[in-house]
């Protein structure tokens, strides 16, 4: 392994792995390999806060600095819940899920892996119908806080990473089936026939949920 590798995952290890992006890069390792270049400073994860600051600058033999609030400030650990009566299934925020902690499919209620749950919030935004929000989580004691807290990073490392060769695969099993199949034009039709099918039912989805409500506020 070169230094420069070593550094990177000596840097990567240190990062919280929320693979939030609030960094300004796509994921903990992109930002590790960032920082590593010279390419971005050791003051931009929100997530690892102060402590996160000082063991980069520790490790790079730079001066500490304070955190970079343009990229956000440090918030209370928290993970996603998702208000499964009000759900319609759509997946958005499975797509949006850094580290697959959330499970279900299509037209059916999904649900958070609250241990898997980095609290990243990309969930929260792509929810068509605002049924997701943050639930705040209470740290462990002492010592024993910081061994969970390492033990949850390393997870969400793996689990990323997993994540990033399943879409790999998905898309290269996509792109050979567009391969076998002629002329183009037929692909390209049947793709924005499915997109707009995708979208009529997420239409419906939504014009029944609103629907719902407003029954149920008529009857209170």
Known sequence: MSDKHKLIEQIDAILPQTQCGQCGFSGCLPYATA?????????????????????LAALLGVAFKPLNTAHGVPKPKSVAFINEEQCIGCTFCIQACPVDAIVGAAKQVHTVITEECTGCELCVAPCPVDCISMIPVTPHPGNQAQEMKQQAADRARVRHQFRLQRLERDKRIQTEKFAQKSPVVKESQSATENAHLKKAAIQAALTQALASRTETIDQK
Do not use: F, L, W, Y
């Open 35 to 55: 920082i590593a270049e010279g390419h971005a400073d050791i003051n931009q994860c929100p997530p690892g806060d102060v402590e996160g600051i000082r063991k």
